[in-house]
């Protein structure tokens, strides 16, 4: 592993100090060992829906975090904006909306605190959007 790390690196490979040089297959053909894999971004859309109420904000809880109520479609004069963000693969478009959660699985957080929970930065963009908005 070490010399993986150390010697045979894929930017610059350093052959000449590598104890393995003679039977290296790399040495003779370096695009065999080293090729950079080409990531490919797969598009989504995201929707979240944000209700507020006596300063508190309707979340759910995920893998244990919080996050913001998902939507199954937009709705109607109550977009609060848009953004992107990348998560490994994927590359998100998320529209934020205003709407009234009638969801039981709902914890009211207190907008204040929001920041001490246990929050992803997918969602953290969507508070700090609709934090804006409001302003």
């Not at 150390?6 to 104890?19: A, F, G, M, R």
């Not at 998902?70 to 998560?87: A, C, F, M």
Request: hydrophobic share 35%; with cysteine; proline share 4%.
């Amino acid at each position: 592993m070490d010399l993986g790390a150390i010697v045979c690196t894929p930017k610059n490979p350093s052959c000449e100090l590598c104890p393995l040089t003679q039977s290296c297959i790399g040495k003779e053909n370096p695009s065999l060992y080293h090729q950079k894999k080409s990531l490919v971004y797969e598009d989504k859309k995201l929707i979240f829906g944000v209700d507020v109420k006596d300063r508190c904000i309707a979340m759910v809880e995920s893998k244990n975090m919080l996050e913001l109520p998902s939507l199954e479609s937009p709705l109607q004069d109550t977009h609060i904006g848009r953004y992107k963000h990348s998560v490994t693969r994927f590359r998100l478009q998320v529209d934020v909306y205003l709407c009234a959660s009638d969801d039981e699985n709902v914890k009211w957080i207190a907008l204040d605190t929001i920041e001490k929970n246990a929050l992803s930065s997918l969602t953290l963009k969507a508070i700090n959007l609709y934090k804006k908005s409001v302003a």
